[in-house]
């Protein structure tokens, strides 16, 4: 896969994107981004974004899935989303699977001299509920398992997400400061983690690109200091760019030896652009014995949120990213494209498509090398219908099918060019606020 195609494809999307921006009506003002205006005071009442993930930026017109209390002089919020669900996936390298996929997060914020004081933990129960190394998603790759590179799975999150804090404060006029940190978080890099997007929330199952845009939003050992206006954010990271070994239960500390930085804008509350760069050093295990594989990242996304009507949004999330790796016996340079989308019609009907074309080489899928990566593409459509809440829960229950599409080469080994797959699940998450 030429760089000059996914150059096309980002300037030709980017364009539809930026002229459906300049149009997008402002609509209700989201109670995530209520909850940021209450933290920074009448100077943000007009900013364009909403949080998403670690310090990265939503558009301004999303909704928020969680629940909202007080203590004294601290704001409280809870977030989850849990699936449990049964995975299908055809083929030589195909599986079938019954397992939760789930997270809890918990934030608190309060007045701290001139700032705002936000401490943050989110946990996942996934290495007690996804059996093995993972659950099958063809295609997908990155990390180890028992010293082997887990491959046509997405491996389970670790127990402790993240465990951060955060301090935010005037500088001058409209623009903030802002320091981020803490044993387990996620750095300045790539757009706001799948988990959290909008456009994935319905879907139980990870990219394919996953590895390519937004891996390091588990990351043990982080900080982050970057300064911000209403529309604008300019931050940068020293982290420990090592991915987690195979105990899912454990902080794999290390040196903060890997940086990075993002820029994000919000021309309107309805779309976030960023671009970001990072150097991983030793971030991937490589054969026994080999030593580590330091990676050069290179990002750009574009996040487009478009109320159609009451209780009716459309997100959209559009990535690139490159991954550069360097070690002692290769160098290998590969893309990858992202296009997903949701429709949630009345908080009741939500209906997701995922488009993935990523060049993966032989390491990554565990096959024989060849002279060039191999490129490799992914769709995946679903539905959710959202049941009426039940006191602040709204549960759920869906469906969706995918496609593994690989060249004509792997046939062999994946046992056709096109491996369908299917998932059924039931869901269970916050009631949106608006």
């Known amino acids: 896969m030429s760089t000059r195609f996914f150059a096309r494809a980002m300037r030709a999307i980017t364009v539809v994107f930026c002229i459906a921006g300049t149009d997008a009506s402002a609509g209700q003002q989201s109670e995530h981004e209520s909850h940021l205006q209450h933290q920074h005071g009448a100077e943000e009442a007009t900013t364009n974004a909403a949080e998403g993930s670690g310090t990265a930026w939503l558009p301004g017109e999303s909704p928020m899935y969680a629940i909202h209390l007080t203590a004294g002089a601290w704001q409280l919020m809870f977030h989850e989303n849990a699936f449990l669900q049964f995975l299908h996936e055809s083929g030589l390298r195909g599986d079938d699977q019954t397992g939760s996929i789930n997270w809890v997060m918990g934030m608190a914020n309060r007045s701290v001299g001139r700032g705002t004081l936000g401490l943050s933990t989110m946990l996942s129960a996934e290495p007690f509920t996804i059996g093995g190394c993972g659950y099958p998603d063809l295609l997908a790759s990155g990390e180890q398992c028992d010293g082997l590179a887990i491959?046509?799975?997405q491996h389970p999150h670790e127990l402790f997400m993240e465990l951060s804090a955060s301090y935010d404060a005037p500088l001058k006029?409209?623009?903030?400061?802002?320091?981020?940190?803490?044993?387990?978080?996620?750095?300045?890099?790539?757009?706001?983690?799948?988990?959290?997007r909008v456009s994935a929330m319905s879907s139980p199952l990870a990219p394919i690109t996953h590895h390519w845009m937004d891996s390091t939003h588990v990351t043990f050992g982080v900080v982050t200091g970057g300064v911000y206006g209403r529309s604008w954010k300019a931050e940068a990271s020293m982290f420990n760019g090592r991915e987690p070994d195979s105990d899912r239960t454990n902080f794999d500390f290390g040196a903060l030896d890997s940086v990075s930085g993002r820029f994000s804008y919000l021309p309107t509350k309805t779309l976030a652009l960023q671009v970001s760069m990072g150097r991983l050093t030793d971030a991937e295990a490589s054969e026994a014995g080999e030593p580590r594989i330091d990676v050069t990242r290179v990002t750009a996304s574009a996040t487009y949120h478009r109320p159609l009507a009451s209780n009716t949004l459309w997100a959209t999330t559009l990535g690139w990213g490159r991954n550069a790796e360097a070690s002692l016996d290769r160098a290998h340079a590969s893309n990858a494209l992202l296009l997903e989308t949701s429709l949630t019609v009345a908080d009741r009907d939500a209906w997701s498509g995922r488009l993935e074309v990523v060049g993966k080489s032989a390491h990554d899928l565990v096959v024989p090398e060849p002279p060039d990566a191999f490129t490799v593409m992914r769709l995946?459509?679903?539905?959710?219908?959202?049941?009426?809440?039940?006191?602040?829960?709204?549960?759920?229950v869906g469906a969706g099918v995918s496609l593994a599409i690989v060249p004509e080469s792997l046939t062999p080994i994946y046992g056709s060019r096109a491996n369908a797959g299917f998932s059924v699940y039931a869901t269970l998450r916050p009631r949106a606020h608006r």
């Open 380 to 396: 995946q459509g679903g539905y959710t219908r959202y049941l009426p809440a039940r006191n602040v829960f709204q549960p759920g």
């Open 173 to 196: 006029g409209a623009t903030r400061w802002q320091i981020y940190g803490g044993p387990a978080g996620e750095p300045a890099l790539g757009p706001v983690a799948f988990p959290h």
């Open 151 to 153: 491959h046509d799975r």
